[in-house]
């Protein structure tokens, strides 16, 4: 009897341990899948992005053909701006990114190192910040607005928690390069209203005596 009981707590502990094994393998093919797909829309987050600021500068030569320099010049400062940021941005991507995809760890290494990731939240900020100075569209305001709450809303403690902390590698470069198509919407979108501006400026030029 005993050595039957035995035998069944062994089968029944091997069954078990090949049971916990399955569910580890599926779990695995999970975690990749889903890092997989991380990676799928950060590549398309890029591709977005790359098409709105080929959108800025079609609009940036429309400004200097129609006579509006001075509009121009307040496009470049966001620009300016923007180039800093993204400079930031792939400063921290290339660290990131010398840890395996799945390294839950790195992101606050990385945000801790030189305070990288309290200049980067500040960055944000001003980025945001001077994007409402420059539109004088309530509706773009608005949109801006939007923009600025999905990105860098909250306490530095707060938005490191929320997008860096125990996150995977993978996951947090796609929330970097998500966070830039944010920041290159909102120039698309300022751009748009500095056009309506300049327009409105060229008609009121022509019917002037």
């Not at 707590?9 to 069954?15: E, M, N, S």
């Amino acid at each position: 009897m005993e050595r039957r009981t035995g035998i069944i707590i062994a089968v029944l502990a091997g069954t078990l341990m090949i049971g916990m094994a399955v569910v580890a393998f599926f779990a695995l093919r999970t975690s990749n899948a889903i890092l997989d797909e991380f990676q799928r829309v950060n590549n398309g987050l890029e591709s977005s992005r790359s098409s709105l600021e080929d959108m800025f500068a079609e609009g940036h030569d429309l400004l200097n053909s129609a006579g509006c320099a001075d509009l121009a010049t307040l496009a470049d400062s966001l620009h300016f701006a923007k180039e800093g940021l993204k400079a930031r941005i792939d400063a921290f991507k290339a660290l990131l990114n010398e840890a395996p995809r799945d390294d839950s760890d790195i992101a606050s290494e990385v945000f801790s190192t030189d305070d990288r990731g309290v200049h980067l939240y500040l960055a944000f900020h001003r980025y945001f910040d001077l994007a409402e100075r420059l539109s004088r569209n309530d509706s773009i305001d608005a949109r801006i607005a939007v923009n600025a709450d999905i990105v860098c809303s909250g306490s530095l403690a707060a938005w490191r928690m929320r997008n860096f902390f125990h996150a995977p590698r993978v996951a947090c470069v796609a929330i970097l390069s998500k966070f830039h198509s944010d920041a290159a919407a909102v120039e698309a979108l300022v751009m748009k209203d500095l056009l309506a501006q300049c327009r409105a400026s060229s008609d009121k030029r022509l019917r002037s005596p």
